[in-house]
């Protein structure tokens, strides 16, 4: 098996955008391929080697959240269309290509990306847990006294950030500055729809012995339909855009070994990028790259309950 850190479909479709993970072409006007490859990227950086199968497994991941997402609040809809190459361009491509990208490729809606991150946050860890330690507070929240690290918070707080550009780092901001960013109705909903997403999300891990201590969303808006309508886009509840902790393993007081790649940051190797601007040439030692392939696909079958069959 071969990993794929970048796709090659620029001599059959247009290309749209390339993220840190994805690469987005077009299909029409309103449709999107979105290619998730197998890079992987810490402190916003992106590895030189890549993690084999990530791209699939977050693409079936995704589409299982989208998918039981619409069931749950069936007024928020998203961008999800289906999974895999489509059968007409599919046909045009060598089948060598059309199926190594199958697995990793989504049919989405194309749509205007709001400039904010959605983050809702269950238990403080992270920067969050970072500046409250110095003041109590986290982006212009003051939060309870004698929190203890990875604590659950009474109830979920929304923290939205920047989205930045390619080579930039996200911001944290306050929901004042959000509103600023996508007009004060917008961000309601936004934050609204979050939070809703995120209990959903976290009674359902919770069955599974998995917690969300946090997650990130992304949201576009449909200008095509009237008024234009707000819609779930990305990828949704993935290692990538969460953390996700084992209940079982799970102790107040201390920072918890996740799913995600807090594993990756959190080893010695990378603590040369605790300052990472414009770092590039980080190559994962092959141990990191089978361990984090194994926590990927551990997050994928405790969450859906079924065995990841290799792509
Ligand atoms: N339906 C959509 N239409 C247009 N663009 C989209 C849609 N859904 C997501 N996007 C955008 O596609 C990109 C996805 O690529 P990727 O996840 O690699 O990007 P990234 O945000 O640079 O990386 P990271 O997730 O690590 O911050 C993001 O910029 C996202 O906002
Ligand atoms: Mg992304």
């Known amino acids: 098996m071969v990993a794929v850190t970048s796709t090659t479909l620029g001599d059959y479709l247009p290309l749209v955008a390339t993220g840190k993970v994805r690469e987005i072409y077009e299909l029409d006007d309103h449709k999107l391929l ?8 810490a402190f916003d950086v992106i590895m030189d080697n890549s993690i084999d199968q990530k791209g ?10 989208f998918k039981l997402m619409q069931k749950k609040i069936p ?5 999800f269309l289906s999974t895999g190459i489509p059968s007409d361009l599919k046909q045009r491509l060598p089948s060598d290509l059309g199926a190594q990208l199958d697995s990793r490729s989504m049919v989405v809606k194309r749509l ?5 991150e959605s983050i809702v946050r269950g238990y403080i860890t992270g920067s969050a847990w970072t500046s409250y330690q110095k003041d109590g507070t986290f982006v212009g929240i003051s939060l309870p006294a004698g929190l203890q690290e990875s604590q659950k ?14 080579g930039g780092k996200d911001e944290n901001i306050t929901a004042q500055q959000a509103a600023d960013l996508v007009g004060p109705e917008i961000v309601t909903q936004i934050r609204d729809f979050s939070l809703q997403l995120y209990d959903e999300a976290s009674i359902y891990a919770a069955a599974r012995g998995i917690i969300v201590a946090d997650t990130k969303f992304e949201f576009g808006i449909d200008e095509s339909s009237t008024p234009p309508l707000l819609v779930l886009v990305d990828e949704v509840l993935t290692p990538d855009s969460s953390r996700f902790w084992s209940a079982e393993r799970y102790e107040i007081g201390r920072s918890q070994e996740s799913f995600d790649k807090q594993h990756l940051r959190g080893n010695d190797a990378f603590g040369q990028l605790n300052s990472p601007k414009g770092k590039t040439g980080v190559t994962m030692p092959e141990a990191i790259v089978a361990n984090t392939f194994t926590r990927y696909k551990e997050a994928y079958e405790t969450l859906l309950g079924c065995t990841w069959q290799d792509k």
């Open 34 to 41: 979105f290619v998730t490859t197998d890079r992987i990227s």
């Open 56 to 65: 699939a497994i977050l693409t079936h991941l995704s589409e299982f959240w």
């Open 75 to 79: 007024s928020l809809p998203t961008h």
């Open 112 to 116: 205007k990306v709001l400039p904010i």
């Open 153 to 166: 918070f009474d109830k979920p707080i929304w923290t939205p950030s920047t989205k930045a550009e390619v």
